[in-house]
């Protein structure tokens, strides 16, 4: 006998969490389908070359890779941002630019696993490759927007920043040198607070003064959008291009007239190098420890390990995982209803053929009707089956008769055929 | 530069696969969801001994198998029972019996690649586990045909046949002890004609009656159902309890009315031992040389390998890919259209006010909508664009007007909103 184990780091998924994230998964792929994006997928090994570039680098321990049985050196992706590169300058020709694309499957770490991390999770990334404009950007935050509402949710906040104007105003107090600590010691504000972060910032660029002026840039805050943008655009000595283009993003977002959810957050710098412009992370309202669910960014060139052709993009990332953490903390319906049907059928034993048709009827009508198996087994058993899957209601058959039982109130109906039943209900 | 390159045997999927692989699973959840059977999920990587036993076997070279940075020896699921298999001797008290399941993804296996054969492809499974009855039996059957209508396929047929009744007939001539060989062989029946099958039957049994008697056996076809099931009852001495549940089966396939699309087919045997009752196998009546779309068929122990409780079960596979290429070959609309978008906006710089706003409205309405994101393109390159994504309808806006194009009859329509062109047209 062995023993029915999973991997450390790796986890079942059971009804009770697959139902509720496939629909939130058909919810954003509507979503995205409804500003003409279009799903792609890729291979879940590649030639660790294609993934990890020439050499590899720190990346290589937290990677699943191996020597296939033809001696290849391969790796399971660890995200979908390598392999939409590669798929991107191979198939180039074939898709046409502007291309905008989403994918959402899984991918493989094998970071050590700690609470709410995982060795396998699933990621849900889309892009628009090809133009560089305000119209871009503010396209994949609109889709966030309306991405967020699709899901029920209540309040969410978009915090948008620019790494432009960080590195304008980095360059006005002499510090562009340090960029790239900086960005990462900023990227830290939320989670290790004010002081720290001034002490961490005093560390590196050894002045007082200048980390104390760093804190007030990430920290400006006039209450409104445009506001913040004109103290920014004053911090950092006058109007620039970058500037521009957040005031060109706003004015979407406002023609669009979903500006109430966005703010400018300097605070938001994204640790990465790879963006290059606006850049931003999602908050919902009631659960700000949560982390942000949806991040992303512009970046200047997305393919380069592969072509020479310059592909610039913006893109965003939903943290699935967190995400159904959260909604689950908010006690969303979309959590709660992992029910396995609607109606659940019982006949006597050999009186199977009245069960069959009104099951049959049933799912005619849209509703999904699950017929139990065990005709001979116990009513214990039957309401035991209903009430582990959550099934509202309960038709049973017996001497020409159908009786539809609501199992949340006990009320009973009873008639002649399954049809009049039906009438009454209405089941989401 | 790195060569942007997938493995042998991998392919990435493009949009206009993607699209109508999406729409074709998500009509096949949609069916399995109204029967009551709910989605799972299990890691794609598991420990080697639970995907292969004990030692391992003819398999190993064909799996993806080797040592994680933990020393761990795993591998990656080379099917989706196996996994299932474990999964059910783990979870089994939580999820209950019956447990009906469906679970959709990718396999790897490290076979050689041929025409039409990847090294990573999607399997389609869906059990009943717990039943022993005809009632299981059927309920498979009848969501087997519930999928094909849903997926608008019009001519199907399942062949049905079973394994016991089979072994009977091989006792009464006193073959029983060949059996698995047998079964090989007449598996084979389809591809190799019949020539071929009665030699290598005369081989194994050593005795060309006995190898003519297994030929009009596994040949019997007396036109209706029930006639060639009282016939094969006949070669094989009479009824037995393998044919009483045959005869309840299709007792129960009449009661639904599709009575129709089966046929009972005594050359189908399923090679695996794996089997013991009922077994099927799915043709498109117009492409017979396609091979099986869907088959499967009941086994008595699903999970001996982990647990000492008996779990009995049916269940069936579909071969995604194949009936992908099916119904590419039928000319399906399904796999026709896999257009991004209903309507393509184009705006002229400056001017995407307007344009946002329309294409929300759009959305709202329930179509999918494209904004062309590079204004200062060429209208060349617009209705390149939207031939490439199969977009059939282009929005343009300028000066205050809205002109709504068919792009494929080139009719024209003019109004102040967005709004009144869409009155007219309606698109799936």
Known sequence: ????????????????????????????????????????????????????????????????????????????????????????????????????RYHINKVWRGENPQKGR???????????????????????????NRSFSALGIDGYTFHLSHRGMFNTFLSSIGESGRSVDILRTVDKLRKIGRDETLSLLSGITGDEAKAGKILSFISADEGSFMDTLEKLEELSG??????????????????????????FDPSITRGLDYYTGLVYETFLDALPSLGSVCSGGRYNDLASLYTKEKLPGVGSSIGLDRLMAGLEELGSPLLASS????????????????????????????????????????????????????????????????????????EERKAGTAAELLEGIAIG
Do not use: W
């Open 1 to 100: 006998m062995i023993e029915p184990a999973v991997l450390k780091g790796f986890r079942d998924s059971l009804p009770k969490e697959e139902i509720p994230k496939k629909k939130i998964i058909r919810k954003l792929e509507d979503v995205f389908s409804s500003y003409g994006f279009v799903p792609i997928d890729t291979p879940v090994l590649e030639y660790t070359e294609v993934l990890l570039g020439k050499g590899g680098g720190e990346t290589d321990k937290q990677i699943f890779r191996f020597n296939d049985n033809g001696g290849r050196d391969v790796a399971m992706r660890f995200d979908l941002t390598v392999p939409f590169a590669r798929f991107l300058a191979q198939h180039q020709a074939e898709l046409g630019i502007p291309f905008k």
């Open 118 to 144: 995982y060795r396998e999770f699933i990621q849900c990334d889309f892009d628009i490759v090809g133009p560089d404009n305000a119209e871009s950007d503010s396209e994949i935050l609109m889709m966030m």
């Open 238 to 263: 006058g109007r620039s291009e970058a500037s521009e283009r957040m005031r060109a993003i706003y004015g979407m977002l406002d023609e669009a007239g979903i500006a109430s959810s966005f703010v």
């Open 339 to 410: 029910s396995s049907a609607d109606i659940l059928i019982v006949h006597r034993p050999g009186e199977e053929g009245p069960a069959i048709k009104a099951a049959e009827l049933i799912r005619d009508r849209g509703f999904r009707c699950d017929v139990y198996l065990m005709p001979e087994a116990k009513m214990k058993k039957v309401y035991a089956y209903a009430e582990n899957r959550a099934i509202p209601y309960l038709l049973t058959y017996a001497d020409g008769t159908y009786t539809l039982k609501d199992l949340r109130t006990r």
